[in-house]
T-cell receptor
């Protein structure tokens, strides 16, 4: 009964490098959400995806950030040319997306540190 | 106005007491409401979901929803030190967007 899986759990990058965060949803879930959390702050919505579609990316910065959820494989959150301000915990959550059964379950998160 | 508002706390209660956590939301079309618990350094864990007006009980937890007042609460009975965490309120709007409050920090004092 695998839950939401994220990898890597910890990622260290130098300024200007690229960060790729991966998320595999729970079995039977086709909806994926990405959130960012800074220390001592709340969860900030970034992007909502279904297989092969971005449903809502209103919370994602216009530059350097992108997300995808291909037909096969995990969802990927990509951050290009990272800066120190990108250091945060990035959480992925998944749900069935069905009305009345749309609880979100979270993965363990990826802690990104930008040096 | 934020979509979901919670008192940030910290809220301190003695062991065995009832902890009461409150949340208000702005979108009247919201359909689904959730409470998550987050321990420091960990990911949010779903503890309750509620979809209709009234109370929903699960063990020591009771969620209460009042759509007319746009208010949802969580009661924790017989609070334990292990309940010490940040509690996040989440709302799913009619557009299937999820909004989280900033969380209420709860400390249960032995």
């Amino acid at each position: 009964n695998a839950g939401v899986m994220q990898n890597p759990r910890h990622l260290v990058r130098r300024r200007g490098q690229e960060a790729r965060l991966r998320c595999s949803p729970m079995k039977g879930h086709s909806h994926v959400y990405w959130y960012r959390q800074l220390p001592e702050e709340g969860l900030k919505f970034m992007v909502y995806l279904q297989k092969e579609n971005i449903i809502d990316e209103s919370g994602m910065p216009k530059e350097r950030f992108s997300a995808e959820f291909p037909k096969e494989g995990p969802s990927i959150l990509r951050i290009q040319q990272v800066v120190r301000g990108d250091s945060a915990a990035y959480f992925c959550a998944s749900s069935t997306g069905l009305a009345g059964d749309n609880e979100q379950f979270f993965g363990p998160g990826t802690r990104l540190t930008v040096l | 106005q934020k979509e979901v508002e919670q008192n940030s706390g910290p809220l301190s209660v003695p062991e065995g007491a009832i902890a009461s956590l409150n949340c208000t939301y702005s979108d009247r079309g919201s359909q689904s409401f959730f409470w998550y618990r987050q321990y420091s350094g960990k990911s949010p864990e779903l503890i309750m979901s509620i979809y209709s007006n009234g109370d929903k009980e699960d063990g020591r937890f009771t969620a209460q929803l009042n759509k007319a007042s746009q208010y949802v609460s969580l009661l924790i009975r017989d609070s334990q030190p292990s309940d010490s965490a940040t509690y996040l309120c989440a709302v799913n709007t009619a557009g299937n967007q999820f909004y989280f409050g900033t969380g209420t920090s709860l400390t249960v004092i032995p």
